[in-house]
C-alpha cells in the first residue's frame, strides 16, 4: 500500500463539475432574483 502524498491527486474532473454546478447555482439565482422583482412591479 503506497503512501498518500498532500497534492499529488489530480482534481481536473472534480474541479470542473464544480465550475459547472457554480454556473448553474448562479444562473438559478440571477433567474429567482428577476422573476421576484418582476413580481414586485406586476403586484404594485
Known amino acids: ?3 498518500h502524498e498532500h497534492g499529488s ?3 481536473k474532473v472534480q ?3 464544480f465550475e ?3 454556473g448553474v447555482v448562479t ?3 440571477i433567474a429567482a ?3 421576484l422583482v418582476f ?3 406586476v403586484n404594485s
Do not use: H, N, P, R
Request: glycine share 4%; no cysteine; net charge positive.
Open 9 to 11: 491527486m489530480d482534481i
Open 33 to 35: 432574483i428577476i422573476v
Open 27 to 29: 444562473k438559478t439565482t
Open 39 to 41: 413580481m414586485a412591479l
Open 15 to 17: 474541479e470542473k463539475t
Open 20 to 22: 459547472g454546478f457554480m
Open 1 to 3: 500500500m503506497s503512501k
